[in-house]
């Protein structure tokens, strides 16, 4: 059985095998699972046929892909081999706003429909591009990519965005986590002239500096003393009310199961029981 929820494990690498185990044994599936390696995709797909796998290769930047141009994005997806398992590809992590940006997503998007994956591009990072007023420094952004964007959406892709959030993770200040639906999309849509589907490629409590000591991943606020546990999961209930609002299909937690870095956004073990029901009580 497949759950209901938006709300979705992100599985980064190195990790600790054990969440495949884990995976196999909750009674309700999440309906996707991101990882970071092509045999990882396999094996969620051996749990659950129906979950949906979203693949991130990891590269420490993307500066010379991207400054190749639309050959850049090709070679990215041709030099990955068999994807047969991977539902969805994302391309570039939280990347700046460029010319080379655009023609490198649109050679990537090329490539994915030649190998039958849908792409998942940009990944903005919560409050990127920035709002100034509704300026022309935002609309002058967003023509720029808005080619790639509207070839993604053709192709059956979403735009990614890192839908993290404060201790009050529905905030709505300059920067919050759905920024990208309240404030880009109408900015965007005149554009590229379909509406824009996003999804939430990470998601979750992090440091936003402008926003004080109440922004933080999860572990921090309880060890502050700012939030209990339980506080935590609430704030994540109300967050995948808020996806199904906006029509945001995925939203992934960062993290499940890391096995050195990332501790503080960990979810593993102490929100996994949680975690579980909710995926088999959740109704939009």
Known sequence: ???????????????????????????????????????????????????????????PSYDEVIARGRQGGRDFVYSLGDLRWVDYLEFTNEPGISEALNEATLGFVEACALKGVRPIVFNFAVGNPEILDGSWLTDKYLRIIAPAARAALLAGGYLGYHGYGPRDILHQSEWFAFRDVLHLTPLLKPLIHINPRWIHT????????????????????????????????????????????????????FNFFAKDAWQDYEHAPDLLGWYERHLATFRP
Not at 15 to 36: C, G, I, T
Not at 52 to 57: K, S, W
Not at 208 to 226: D, E, H, S, T, Y
């Open 1 to 59: 059985m497949i759950s209901l929820s938006p709300l979705c494990p992100h599985i980064v690498f190195p990790y600790d095998p054990s969440w495949r185990d884990w995976l196999q044994r909750l009674p309700v599936k999440p309906r996707a699972v991101k990882v970071f390696r092509q045999e990882d995709a396999w094996y969620v797909k051996q749990v659950h046929p129906r979950i949906r796998t979203v693949l991130r290769i990891y590269m």
């Open 202 to 253: 990470e998601a979750g409590f992090d440091y936003i500096p402008q926003l004080g000591q109440n922004a933080a991943p999860w572990r921090v606020l309880v060890r502050r003393g700012l939030a209990k546990i339980e506080d935590i999961t609430a704030q994540y209930e109300r967050y995948a009310c808020a996806c199904v609002k906006h029509r945001i299909p995925y939203a992934f937690l």
